[in-house]
């Protein structure tokens, strides 16, 4: 029991000493703009163009479960008008980065592991180095730095959903007035809550190409071994995600002056 | 010019490789035989660094490339071409992006010269008109020689074959075998086959080494290897099983 406590632990560590080490060398790689911004251009459609459906259709239904929540608990301190702030609030700074993060971990992380963890099995990745290519240059890269820049666009796309949703649901629906409900929208969701929600999007974004990217370059042998790299890159992605959002929650309200 | 010095390599606690070494010379055509499982691929990945022995030098034109990192051995790479057992094509890729990806990659050239010489190295292959096809569409034998025109088209001194004749037919196999003379003889390359085929090893290699038991059992030219009367290279070349595998 004890030594397949130590193994766990001895695996986890080096798990995470092998992503910092991968961190480290796409970060040199990038320096020397080694990757082709083709490569990056074909991940920026493929995580930000194809994410398109499911990141819309989650900001828009979180802004309206939100709106309507919001306003069944504050219609009894008659501040009905407040719903919509809430939602703006939340979506900005929290639901916003940290949903659309966990729908493209869900659908490209997988994706990521899968693609590499193939080419790993059948040989691709020997094949590039054989062709004096990087892996880290060919495949790491060119999806981490689009992962990058496409989470931050994804996220103001679901917050703008979300708050467009949550504001036709009050209106339209609970009745509430929408003048108000839109002065105080405005009034209590400052630019820091979105450049917080920015920031952790940009994160996020590096959290899942990284662990996408390890999980594939590392996965076993054989069909069983992309199965697991795919479902651990989505897990590990996710589970990733939820605590960094905590710290960087601490961190960043501290550093505006939240807390 | 290749050469190995006492080269050891284990996976976990089996050991694979114990102390070969071998030299070969620029513009020489060596066939590496033994049996299947008998750390062939194992020695010609360690020719390319694609593994790292666990002792032992590898010696690429006199520059020891076994304490080289993966970016010192990208520079050494470019001398070499390799074809996979497995053809290893990128298979998101047409056969011409496949083809080209090495001149893209490290050449700064225009389309029209890339697409020029992706259509001379297919010719070479025998594959002329095949730029546009899928990798997926591509038969055994296909994928082998879009393979080869993968790893020479960027004129590597030295091309390394993993089993490049095996799941073909005789006929297929006869066509890869002249392919792999053809390539050798018109860019003067130095070539590696690894195979377990005798008809290949025969056809391809003017010298032969043999692997058995982890070490280096046997080498010399191919006329005296394959008349050779040692009862355990003879039993490899008349593929005569032991009496406890029947």
């Known amino acids: 029991m004890n ?40 991940q920026i459609y493929f995580i930000g ?153 940009f994160i996020f974004g ?45 961190v960043m309200g501290k550093l505006v002056g939240q807390l | 010019m290749i050469e190995v010095r006492q080269l050891h390599k284990s996976f976990g606690a089996q050991e694979v490789l114990d102390g070969i070494s071998f030299r070969i010379e620029s513009g020489e055509s060596v066939a590496i035989i033994g049996r299947s499982g008998g750390g062939k691929s194992v020695l010609l990945k360690h020719l390319i660094g694609l593994l790292q022995p666990d002792s032992g030098e590898v010696l690429i034109d006199g520059e020891n490339i076994v304490r080289m990192n993966e970016r010192q051995l990208l520079g050494v790479r470019r001398k070499f071409g390799m074809v996979f057992q497995g053809a290893a094509l990128f298979d998101s890729m047409t056969v011409s992006e496949n083809v080209a990806f090495g001149l893209r990659r490290h050449e700064h050239l225009t389309e029209a010269e ?51 004749t095996t799941g073909l037919d005789p006929i297929v196999s006869d066509s890869i075998d002249q392919l792999i003379l053809r390539v050798r003889d018109r860019l003067k390359v130095t070539t590696v086959v690894v195979t377990h085929d005798m008809r290949t090893a025969r056809r391809v290699g003017q010298r032969i080494l043999m692997l058995n038991e982890k070490k280096l059992y046997a080498t010399g030219p191919a006329d005296e290897f394959f008349a050779s009367r040692d009862a355990v290279v003879r039993q490899f070349i008349d593929g005569v099983a032991d009496a406890k595998e029947n």
């Open chain 1, 49 to 201: 163009v194809k994410s398109q459906l499911v990141v819309l259709v989650t900001g828009a239904f979180t802004g309206m479960v939100l709106g309507a929540q919001t306003y069944f608990q504050f219609h009894k301190v008659k501040m009905d008008t407040a719903s919509l702030a809430v939602v703006g609030v939340s979506m900005c700074s929290e639901l916003g980065p940290v949903l659309t993060a966990l729908m493209v971990a869900g659908r490209v992380g997988a994706s990521m592991a899968a693609e590499i963890g193939t080419m790993r099995v059948t040989e691709q990745i020997d094949a590039l180095r054989t062709l004096a290519t990087h892996p880290v240059d060919y495949l790491v890269v060119p999806r981490l730095v689009a992962a990058h820049i496409v989470l931050p666009l994804l996220t103001v796309e679901s917050v703008v959903m979300g708050i467009g949703a949550g504001y036709l649901v009050g209106v339209y629906l609970l009745g509430i007035d929408p003048t108000y409900l839109w002065y105080n929208m405005l009034h209590f969701t400052h630019d820091v809550d979105l450049v917080i929600g920015l920031v952790k999007a």
């Open chain 2, 114 to 164: 890339i697409s020029r010489r992706v259509a001379a190295t297919l010719e070479l292959v025998d594959l002329p008109g095949t730029e546009n096809k899928n990798s997926a569409e591509l038969s055994g034998g296909m994928r082998k020689r879009v393979g080869l025109a993968r790893a020479i088209i960027y004129e590597p001194q030295i091309v390394l074959y993993d089993e490049p």
């Open chain 1, 3 to 42: 030594l397949l406590a130590n193994r766990r632990v001895h695996d986890t560590l080096n798990g995470l000493g092998q992503i910092t080490l991968l961190a480290r060398d796409a970060f040199a790689s990038l320096l020397r703009l080694r990757m082709t911004w083709r490569d990056v251009l074909f």
């Open chain 1, 206 to 250: 590096g959290i899942i190409a990284l662990i996408g990217c390890y999980k594939g370059m590392t996965c076993g042998l054989g069909a069983q071994g992309v199965g697991r790299a795919t479902t651990e890159a989505v897990v590990y992605a996710s589970i990733s995600i939820l605590i960094a959002n905590f710290f960087l929650t601490l």
